[in-house]
Every structure is written in C-alpha cells, then in structure tokens.
C-alpha cells in the first residue's frame, strides 16, 4: 500500500463547521479533513463564499469558467479552528442562508448556484492537479462534467434526498461529459457523479446497501447498482475532542465512564433549564432538525403518552413550521414533556449530557452523528432500525451483554411506541450504568474511517 502521506486532495463540500452549518454534512466533512490533515494528508478544502467570513485573504486564486459561471475566484484563508479554507467566490453564491430564504423555501436559483460552484471546483482541479478529487453531495458532483480526464475521485453521499435536479438547459453548458448527467429531460448532478467517479462512498455502510435498493435509492438504486464494487460504506466519525464529557465547556458537570457523577448534575440542570420537574423517571431527549426524514410526526402518539411509559421527554429543534406547531400544541397538553424550538449548540450539549435516553425516529439516517454523540456522553439511543444507526446501535435484548441501545422494529409509531415500552422496562428504576460505560468506552472518533478513506484513496491513486 501507498503511503498517504503527502498526497494531495481537493475536498469540496456545501459546509464545513465551525464556518457554515446547516445538518451533519458540516460536522463530517470538518471532522474528516481535520483528521486527514492529521495524519499527513495535503487537503484543499473548497467551499462556496457564501459571505459569513469575516477573514484577511492570504491570496487571491483566479479561476477559469466559462461566461454562465463567472466571474469566479478563491479566496484562500486560515480559519482560527479549522485551518485553511478555500472560499469560491461566484456569482448567486454569497446569501444569509446557504439553501434557504428567510421564509424557509429553498432559493429559486439554488441549482444555478452550485452548478457555478461546481464548475469552479472544477477548474480549480484543472489548475491544481491533485492525486485525489473528493466531492460531497450534489452541490458538488458537476464537477465531473466540466473534467475530461479528471483526477482519481471520489465522491460521498451524505444525503440522497437532495439531488439538486434542474432544466435541461443546463445540459448544453456544464461541460463536456454532461450527457451522463441527462435526468428524464433535465439535469441531476448525482446521477452524472456516480456514473463518472471511481469510488462512491455511503456515509454507512448500512446505508450502502439501501441505496442500492427501490425503497432506498431515491430513484438513483439502478445508477447504483450499475457501480458493482465502486460503492461502499465508510461509517462517519464524531470529533472526540470537541463532543468530550469531561472536558466540554458547555456542561456545568464533567464526567466520565468511571466517575459518572457529573451527569447527574447535567440531568438536573437539564430539567431546570426546560422548567419540568424531577419526577425520578427516565429522561429522554431529541435533538434535531425538524423534517420528515427525521419523523418526529412518528414520535408524537408516544409523546401523548407519555405517563404510561413513564418517562420525560425533551425536544430541541428547528425546521418544518407543522412538526414545530405539532411539538407547541403537544407541550401545552403535557406536564412531562418540554419543547425548545431552536438550532442551540450550547443547549445540544447539555441535551446530550444530561439524559438517561436520546431518542431517534428516523425514516432514513444515511449515518446519524447524534446518536453517537448520546453515546459518547453515556446516554442510552433509542433508534429505528435505518442506515447508519443500524450499524451503530446494537440491540440489548438482541444480545444483552453488548447491546448499546434499543432498535425499533421498524420506522412507525406504534413499533416506536413498543421500543419506548421497552427501554422503560429495561432501565426503570434508571439502571443504566452498565450499558453507560459500555458505549462510553466505545471509539466513535474520526480516526478509523479517515484511515478507510485514506485506504480508497490509495486504491484508486
Ligand atoms: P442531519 O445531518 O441529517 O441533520 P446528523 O445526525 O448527521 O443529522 O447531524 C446533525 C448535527 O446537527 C449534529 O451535530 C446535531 O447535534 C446538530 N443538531 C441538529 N439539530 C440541532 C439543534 N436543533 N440544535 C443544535 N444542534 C443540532
Ligand atoms: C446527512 C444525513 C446524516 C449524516 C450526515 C453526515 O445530513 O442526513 O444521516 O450523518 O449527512 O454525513
């Protein structure tokens, strides 16, 4: 095997925390970076300016696009937290929001918007030859179009439900290989990408087989399967050092596997903070965005009932304007039950420190970083049986003495409803320390799927 130290990458992606944060995209393609450049790897990180930035440039890189893509440029810069970061600077790009408008639909131009970042990432590749082209989702994958002969590359699916179709218009402009991006008439950059780029990376492996089916493919599972052996699953990490019990900043207790006590103090300021009441039960938490792929909508007959179970619940989380009318309308009808409408990072923390159980509807999950982050702060996942959480969240009754949490039958409220029942059962009383130190103990840091990822890079380079 190649060495990979020294290779160069160019890494495109729509976000990147701590700069730009909309989902988990931000987190895995920051964690993953971060631990490539840890182990000697050269990466670029290209990200669309969308104007936030408040940094000197270092340098300034022109760039070659056609007219419809320009004019375009990068900004290179060294962020305090993350490094450097290579800001695109194009037409449409800079916006308060990187998808949506203040009313929350998605800006009439996005497609013209990340198909100009696109082909300035590909001209960026044309002018810097690196070993290795790693995209990011659709808002990245027409870079293969404007690429003739294009680097070894790779290309990971965070999340299928957005393909990022557009006119077929778009077809005559993004280059010479734009007819594998031909869609029923129109354009989708995925289709296009995962026909073109040499490996295809799921960010679960779970999750690589869904795709590959009708129910999970979002209408690419036959551009899938065509891939053979090209697709695969690498499991994303979480940062360690940043989702840390006995380091965190945001916690008014730290604590660790073998000195617990801390969290019991983040339970308390947890329950204070939401204004409920220790009433001994179990304390479950949900931290999400509010969209149907998370199905929160399939939690709500169980949050109804919450006195059966017993057990609290807090929700925290931002999005779709019927599931927060839903929450609203379920928090004034319940005394066990808090609702925090928001995208609170602080109040994360605490979310995930202070509960005994953290809670994961899911429709599909391509990966989940909450759950893992649950687990690193000792708290019991309580999951759908989806994508990464699958590969992730072993069942305890399933085999009890390595089981990490309780996996749902399936993604309906009433097999939900049953894997609350269940959990309430198993830790009532809140007998929880075993399974806590279990999935404590566990290494959910980004250095073994860096190390796959550096793996694929040296299969293909
Ligand atoms: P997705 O990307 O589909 O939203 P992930 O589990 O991969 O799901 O990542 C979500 C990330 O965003 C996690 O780091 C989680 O802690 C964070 N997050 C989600 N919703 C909220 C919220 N309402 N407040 C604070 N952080 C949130
Ligand atoms: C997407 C998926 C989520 C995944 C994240 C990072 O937002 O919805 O499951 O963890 O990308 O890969």
């Known amino acids: 095997m190649r060495h990979t130290v020294g290779v160069r990458v160019v890494f495109a992606t729509a976000e990147l925390s701590p700069v730009v944060t909309v989902g988990g995209l931000a987190a895995a393609a920051a964690g993953l970076v971060g631990s490539l450049r840890h182990s000697g790897v050269h990466v670029d990180v290209l990200l669309p300016d969308y104007g936030g930035v408040d940094l000197d440039a270092i340098e300034t890189i022109e760039l070659d696009v056609p007219q419809w893509a320009g004019p375009a440029s990068i900004k290179v810069v060294d962020h305090p937290e993350i490094g450097r970061i290579h800001l695109v600077v194009a037409p449409g790009l800079a916006r308060s929001h990187p998808y949506l408008q203040p009313d929350g639909q998605g800006w009439l131009d996005n497609v013209d918007r990340f198909l100009r970042f696109s082909r300035a990432v590909a001209a960026y590749v044309e002018l810097s030859h690196p070993d290795v082209v790693h995209l990011n989702d659709w808002h990245t994958a027409a870079a293969l179009a404007a690429l003739e002969s294009p680097p070894p590359t790779v ?12 006119p077929g218009e778009w077809l005559e402009r993004i280059g010479p290989r734009a007819a594998h991006f031909e869609w029923w008439g129109g354009i989708n950059p995925l289709s296009g990408a995962i026909a073109l780029a040499d490996r295809i990376v799921a960010v679960s492996p779970h999750h690589a087989i869904e795709i590959t089916t009708p129910s999970g493919g979002f209408g690419l599972d036959a551009a899938l399967r065509a891939r053979g052996s090209a697709v695969s699953g690498i499991l994303n990490g979480i940062d360690t050092t940043v989702w840390d019990p006995a380091s965190d900043p945001h916690l008014p207790a730290h604590f660790d596997r073998k000195n617990l006590s801390g969290k019991e103090r983040c339970r308390q300021a947890l329950l204070q903070h939401v204004g409920l009441n220790d009433d001994g039960s179990l304390l479950a938490t949900v931290v999400t965005r509010l969209t149907d792929q998370k199905g929160i909508d399939l939690l709500m007959p169980s949050i109804a009932m919450l006195a059966d179970l017993p057990m609290q619940l807090i929700v925290l989380g931002s999005g779709d304007r019927s599931l927060v009318d839903a929450l609203v309308q379920a928090e004034g009808a319940s005394d066990r039950f808090a609702f925090i409408e928001g995208y609170d990072e602080t109040l994360s923390h605490l979310m995930f420190a202070g509960a005994d159980l953290f ?45 990490y949490g309780i996996v749902a039958r399936s993604p309906d409220p009433v097999a939900i409803m049953s894997a609350l029942h269940r959990a309430s059962r198993r830790f009532g009383q809140r007998r929880l320390d075993t399974v806590r130190k279990r999935i404590m103990a566990h290494d959910w840091s980004w250095d073994a799927p860096a190390a796959r990822y550096r793996a694929l890079y040296d299969e293909i380079s």
Request: aromatic share 4%; charged share 15%; with cysteine.
């Open 359 to 403: 809670v994961m509807p899911s429709r599909f999950e391509p990966c989940g970083l909450t759950q893992m982050q649950a687990m690193r702060y000792g708290t019991i996942p309580i999951v759908t049986p989806v994508g990464g959480l699958v590969d992730t969240v072993p069942d305890i009754d399933v085999d009890a003495r390595r089981g």
């Open 155 to 166: 290309l990971s699916l965070h999340n299928l439900a957005h393909q990022g179709h557009g």
